[in-house]
């Protein structure tokens, strides 16, 4: 355990454990604003666009870099799970068998590598559409909106999945986003 993960610890009440590290929920949470921003406030293409979109990509590298890193629920080798245990899991949910998760269950550790290459690839799209080269090439500006969108679609049923979890579990997991705190 890192210092800065043995502080946390030490903040947590008796029966709860410290999951998500705050780089993991200043991710999230940065991702959240960004997305949001630049989905339903912002224009395309003005400048503030572009930065919010280059704030994306800072959270997007350090986060990958804390992928490899970082603490152990924060790292991809903790939730990224093979095909066939996903599956398993899924009939588990549907079968109302599925057992907990300190991190990420199985599904959520694709959705959350699935999130993360759509957001580097709408990135990479956002800043193609800036060069002169693809200046006004609307295939790219369709692909990039479409991309966006579709991570809006995954955000909602990521968040859908999260509700229903801790309706199931009786465990409020988006606080724990919010706390980086979960029970034991």
């Not at 293409?45 to 490899?68: E, N, P, Q």
């Amino acid at each position: 355990m890192s210092p800065a993960e043995s502080r946390e610890a030490l903040a947590c009440r008796p029966g709860e454990v410290l999951v998500w590290d705050p780089v993991v929920r200043l991710f999230h949470w940065g991702i959240v604003l960004c997305c949001t921003l630049n989905l339903f406030l912002l224009e395309p293409g003005k400048a503030v666009h572009r930065y919010i979109g280059y704030a994306a990509l800072a959270l997007l590298a350090i986060r990958f870099v804390w992928g490899f890193i970082g603490t152990r629920h924060a790292r991809f080798a903790d939730f990224v799970r093979a095909p066939a245990v996903v599956l398993r899991y899924g009939r588990a949910v549907a079968t109302g068998t599925a057992e907990r998760h300190i991190g990420h269950n199985p599904a959520a550790g694709w959705m959350m590598v699935l999130l993360m290459v759509l957001l580097a690839v709408t990135i990479v799209s956002g800043w193609l559409t800036t060069l002169d080269a693809f200046w006004g090439n609307d295939p790219l500006e369709e692909a990039h909106e479409f991309v966006a969108n579709s991570i809006m679609v995954l955000a909602g049923v990521h968040a859908a999945a999260a509700i229903f979890e801790s309706w199931h579990l009786k465990e409020n997991l988006i606080w724990s986003m919010v706390t980086g705190r979960k029970k034991a």
